[in-house]
């Protein structure tokens, strides 16, 4: 009878028996200290069982545990266990970042506003890349974590930081729904006129994280446009049709089926990594971007997004020779980046939406990434 207490005691302490935790990290190996800010591990984790967790340096997500058809987890987005390895980075360095304060790349990393012209650190030669030398994925932000499926994260980038003018207070949230939804919230404002283009990076394979090709998944873009870039991956102004091409995404389809096509716009990118222009009914509302279907599991993504792009990359530049989370390799096209996005160096493409933030203004921007099965 004490037994049967004793048992019930822990039930009602513990909430509940079924409780499980997929997380591999150990919380103790995100705490250091960058800039004399402290840096630590976050969880996130709803009534299905999906789990994120998420290091305040970059605003990264670490791990995505997401079920496949038979209710089996797997962490399905590339990454690092522990912050050392993200603050040393060798080779990829924007696993699961925040992205400012512009996603993408600037054409030799110039610009100008209001008759004053710009330099910004060039760290993808010749162009400047994802916000630079010390962009916001090498930044701490600061948290607020009052639900545990919710989290604030705030950052002030000063102004000059990395080139850019003003200072530019950025909030964001990461929200895990009960109905196994990913949304991630940018809102911005700034005291002098500046661009901005705030992205998120994970990098997904529904196999699961290093475990093989995503050249088996089915992709679909909600686009028949595309932005075509010239040798260095800098758009040229042009809006082509996908029809007929190899960028065609319009139906769901394999990845890898047209990756080896000879394109031109495929060998300039060493496969996919361009800009997408989304069909889009209204401007701002949040609206169907992508898909992405893995048959092996049953595991399905969708992204959403406010934003009139999205960037697929199809994991081109790695080469096995990053080790990852559990020992892992990350291999050549062993996994996908889905970026919302405006274009590419649209400071200096007038005829693209334009990524002026003024004062007064706020810079909003909601990506949605959704878990399911079929």
Not at 28 to 37: L, R, S
Not at 56 to 62: E, I, L, P, W
């Amino acid at each position: 009878m004490k037994h049967a207490l004793f048992i019930l005691a822990v039930i009602l302490v513990c909430g509940c028996t079924k409780e499980t935790q997929y997380s591999k990290m150990k919380r103790e190996d995100f705490q250091t200290t960058v800039d004399g800010k402290s840096t630590d591990l976050y969880t996130l984790k709803n009534k299905n069982g999906v789990e994120i967790t998420v290091t305040n340096f970059g605003a990264r997500v670490v791990e995505i545990w997401a079920p496949d058809r038979n209710g089996d987890f797997e962490d399905i987005v590339l990454g690092h266990d522990n912050v050392d390895k993200y603050i040393h980075f060798k080779g990829e360095r924007f696993l699961g970042a925040t992205i400012g304060r512009y996603g993408n790349r600037i054409d030799k990393g110039q610009f100008v506003l209001d008759s004053v012209s710009y330099q910004l650190p060039i760290n993808d030669t010749p162009n400047s890349l994802h916000g630079g030398t010390k962009g916001f994925d090498m930044v701490v932000w600061d948290v607020d974590q009052k639900d545990p499926q919710k989290l604030e994260l705030s950052y002030l980038s000063k102004d000059g930081e990395e080139g850019y003018p003003g200072n530019l207070n950025v909030k964001m949230t990461y929200e895990l729904t009960d109905n196994n939804e990913f949304i991630i919230t940018h809102t911005a404002t700034t005291d002098k006129k500046t661009v901005l283009n705030l992205t998120h990076h994970s990098f997904f394979n529904l196999h699961g994280a290093g475990n093989g090709t995503v050249n088996d998944h089915e992709l679909m873009l909600n686009a028949d446009k595309f932005t075509p870039v010239n040798e260095v991956l800098i758009p040229t102004g042009e809006q082509l049709a996908v029809a007929g091409t190899p960028m065609d995404f319009q139906q769901p389809t394999l990845i890898g089926e047209r990756v080896n096509e000879d394109y031109e716009q495929l060998k300039f990118g060493h496969g996919y990594d361009h800009n997408w222009i989304l069909k889009r009914k209204t401007a701002n509302d949040l609206e169907l971007a992508a898909t992405v279907y893995e048959p092996q599991s049953g595991r399905l993504l969708e992204v959403w997004t406010t934003e009139p792009g999205i960037q697929f990359y199809g994991g081109n530049f790695f080469d096995g020779s990053m080790i990852g989370k559990g020992g892992k390799s990350y291999e050549y096209r062993a996994s996908l980046a889905l970026e919302t996005q405006h274009f590419p160096d649209s400071p200096n493409h007038p005829e693209f939406p334009s990524t002026v933030l003024m004062p007064g203004e706020t810079y909003h921007h909601v990506c949605v990434y959704k878990f399911a099965t079929k």
